[in-house]
């Protein structure tokens, strides 16, 4: 399958739900007015699409040149195992200033292992506070 990437910076709540829905990524999906302002906020969109149809994306806050926050890594569990999460990451990195930039990501538990499997570094130095909903 041939699988189109790009930077589309007005991704809709439509289709972000439904792939969120179809990647198990836990995201408040049922909250439409928090996904569109979590959409409007975000300042980095890549997208990864098949037949049109989207199947995957990585949404991002980032200075482009000194700090990348990759807040969000869904891929539709039908085109898992396609390298579309891996490429949608190094897009994110390149696109968020290459190596000069650090990249941070939150892995979700059941995703420890896609992360270790693609030879992501991971810290030891992370702090942060839990959201309350």
């Known amino acids: 399958m041939n699988t189109i ?12 739900i439904d ?3 179809k990647s198990g990524l836990n995201r408040p999906i049922g909250d439409r007015p928090r996904i569109e302002r979590m959409l409007k906020q975000a300042n980095l969109i890549l997208t990864a699409r098949q037949d049109g149809r989207l199947v995957g994306f990585a949404r991002a806050l980032t200075d482009f040149c000194f700090c990348c926050y990759l807040s969000d890594l869904a891929v539709d569990r039908a085109c898992q195992g396609q390298g579309i999460g891996k490429r949608l990451i ?40 839990r959201r309350q909903q």
């Open 5 to 16: 990437y790009a930077r589309e910076d007005d991704l809709g709540a439509d289709e972000y």
């Open 90 to 129: 190094e897009m994110t990195r390149t696109e968020a200033g290459g190596a000069n930039t650090t990249t941070l990501l939150l892995s979700a538990p059941t995703a420890m292992t896609f992360y270790e499997g693609i030879r992501m570094p991971k810290a030891d130095n992370c702090f942060l506070y």
């Open 19 to 21: 792939v969120v829905a």
